[in-house]
């Protein structure tokens, strides 16, 4: 990796959060995890991310809410959507809302490495 990418977890179940954060940073990268979107923007996560990894369904703003108000913004952060549900037409949904990938939980490690590939385009 030429730098240390930042990337963020917005994620309500915290054992799946905490666990990613942790992922992220044995992989190498700066990670920083979040219980809701509505805690991500209140922090001022978006201006210090390289890249977002976010939960498609949590309590108040879901995930595609969240990455639909970036964009509103003006925002070019990619985002990676997660989710434990499947439902006919998620993809298409992720996809048609901005984010670069839907992984669906559990994942596999190299899933993940390559939508951060994509996303950060290393």
């Known amino acids: ?3 240390e990418f930042s990337i963020s977890v917005v994620d309500d179940d915290e054992s799946f959060r905490i666990a990613l954060v942790g992922s992220l ?10 219980a809701s979107a509505e ?17 498609l369904h949590m309590p108040g703003m879901s995930g595609l809410d969240l990455i ?17 549900r499947s439902e006919p037409g998620l993809e298409a949904k992720a996809a048609a809302g ?3 990938c839907l992984l669906m ?5 190299d899933a993940l ?3 951060l590939e994509r996303a950060l385009k290393i």
């Open 39 to 55: 805690e991500f923007i209140a922090g001022g996560g978006e201006g210090s991310s390289d890249c977002l990894i976010t939960d």
């Open 1 to 3: 990796m030429p730098r």
């Open 68 to 84: 639909k108000s970036l964009t509103a913004r003006g925002s070019k952060l990619p985002a990676i959507m997660v989710t434990g």
């Open 105 to 109: 939980k559990p994942f596999e490690i």
């Open 25 to 34: 940073r044995s992989l190498g990268y700066g990670s920083k995890g979040f």
């Open 113 to 115: 490495m390559n939508c």
């Open 98 to 100: 901005g984010a670069v």
